[in-house]
T-cell receptor, first 115, second 111 residues
């Protein structure tokens, strides 16, 4: 079945540092890929998405590129802020058949940014 | 402002009790989902519904049931709560293959 693997966490950075959170996936067909973010005490919210190979999703300074050849969707940000401290989830949705948009999530990566 | 609401933020129940978790969305979405979130495991799908009175098992349906009598409301039921069901429960909704919108979650503790 489909699966998503994220890099081990937690990740601790200083403000203005460069961020990379690795995500790789296993899926049949042509999945859509997502990054969700969960701020403390809140539910998940969509950060960015990409629906086909070589697409780049971007939002709030975060970027991720859908790489079919390496089955990856790594999240990057050039300069993190304290307010970026949250849990980040990589996910895929496989639209084949009657999947009804079900999401398969990675295990989540806790990011803490210090001033 | 679109919204998914869950009936409780925190809930404490005893082993063997019947537990109802309620979720309401105001976006007229067809699909609704129940996940549980556990550290190191991410989110795992319990059940989902693609229409009123329709339901499908997710990856971990054992010990749970669901009810969807109205389009905007999706309930998760623990028939006889057990300690291994202590978790964070998240409800979500979407319109087919689009962004899923999540509620704030219910942290359930079973003693």
């Amino acid at each position: 079945g489909d699966s998503v693997t994220q890099m081990e966490g937690p990740v601790t950075l200083s403000e203005e540092a460069f961020l990379t959170i690795n995500c790789t996936y296993t899926a049949t067909g042509y999945p859509s890929l997502f990054w969700y973010v969960q701020y403390p005490g809140e539910g998940l919210q969509l950060l960015l998405k990409a629906t086909k190979a070589d697409d780049k999703g971007s939002n709030k300074g975060f970027e991720a590129t859908y790489r079919k050849e390496t089955t990856s969707f790594h999240l990057e940000k050039g300069s993190v802020q304290v307010s970026d401290s949250a849990v980040y989830f990589c996910a895929l949705s496989n639209a084949g058949g009657t999947s009804y948009g079900k999401l398969t999530f990675g295990q989540g990566t806790i990011l803490t940014v210090h001033p | 402002d679109v919204k998914v609401t869950q009936s409780s933020r925190y809930l404490v129940k005893r082993t063997g009790e019947k537990v109802f978790l309620e979720c309401v969305q105001d976006m007229d979405h067809e699909n609704m989902f129940w996940y549980r979130q556990d550290p190191g495991l991410g989110l795992r799908l319990i059940y989902f519904s693609y229409d009123v009175k329709m339901k499908e098992k997710g990856d971990i349906p054992e010990g749970y049931s669901v009810s969807r009598e109205k389009k905007e409301r999706f309930s998760l039921i623990l028939e006889s709560a057990s300690t291994n069901q202590t978790s964070m429960y998240l409800c979500a909704s979407d319109r087919a293959y689009n962004e899923q919108f999540f509620g704030p979650g219910t942290r359930l503790t079973v003693l």
